[in-house]
């Protein structure tokens, strides 16, 4: 069975960027079955997809985010990662790393969540 | 992309049913059969409930049903329990392999 588990500062000051790996365990990273994904969830607020990178290396980002973003991933260490530069307090949220399931679209494994507030 | 409108709150006491709408347009909830529902308990992770706008993963129970029509997607929970007491989230395909997610709505099982 697979499970994730989000790692990172839980703290990044304004204008900086803002990193978080995601550890995959119980199965390979390069199983062509997910989207590895990251979601966040503002304080109080609903549920916003930031994107994905696939086994491949490929990549698609929210276009609200996209020239902020980018997700990277390291099949030795079984790993996924997000960079979002430039940060505000915005950005200030839960963040949940996430397998989505390439057959039905939907987010079927979920990491606990990490959170992350953005700070001067 | 904007948000998908959920209610913000529902209600039902023990037993009855509730049903929460998802409404989009047709470049999301009405242009695909790639509706989602999750479950999610306050500081825990979200929970997958409903996919391609009507099946439900193994361990889900009955009492949770999806369907969908034109740009608006359903969630009923037949017959409430005081575990169905959570936040509901739907979420859709968008296309160019985006998914977008809808505010939330609060079930509170009276």
């Known amino acids: 069975q697979v499970q994730l588990q989000e790692s990172g500062p839980g703290l990044v000051k304004t204008s900086q960027t803002l990193s978080l790996t995601c550890t995959v365990s119980?199965?390979?990273?390069?199983?062509?079955?997910?989207?590895w994904s990251w979601i966040r969830q503002s304080p109080g607020k609903g549920l916003e997809w930031i994107g994905y990178?696939?086994?491949?290396?490929?990549?698609d980002y929210n276009p609200s985010l996209k020239s902020r973003l980018t997700m990277s991933l390291d099949t030795s260490k079984n790993q996924f990662s997000l960079n979002l530069r430039s940060v505000t307090a915005a950005d200030t949220a839960m963040y949940y790393c996430?397998?989505?399931?390439?057959?039905?679209?939907?987010?079927?494994?979920w990491g606990q969540g990490t959170p992350v507030t953005v700070s001067t | 992309q904007s948000a998908l409108t959920q209610p913000p709150s529902a209600s039902g006491s023990p037993g009855q049913s509730v049903t929460i709408s998802c409404t989009g347009t047709?470049?999301?909830?009405?242009?695909?059969?790639?509706v989602s529902w999750y479950q999610q308990y306050p500081g825990k992770a979200p929970k997958l409930m409903i996919y391609?706008?009507?099946k439900r993963p193994s361990g889900v129970p009955d009492r949770f049903s999806g369907s969908k029509s034109g740009n608006t997607a359903s969630l009923t929970v037949s017959g409430l329990q005081p575990e169905d007491d959570a936040d509901y989230y739907c979420?859709?395909?968008?296309?160019?392999?985006?998914?977008?997610f809808g505010g939330g709505t609060k079930v509170t099982v009276l």
């Open positions: 391609e706008v009507s």
């Open positions: 119980g199965g390979s990273i390069s199983n062509g079955d997910y989207y």
């Open positions: 047709s470049s999301d909830v009405g242009g695909y059969n790639y």
């Open positions: 979420s859709s395909y968008a296309g160019s392999n985006n998914l977008i």
């Open positions: 996430g397998g989505q399931d390439t057959a039905l679209v939907a987010v079927v494994i």
């Open positions: 990178i696939y086994y491949s290396g490929g990549t």
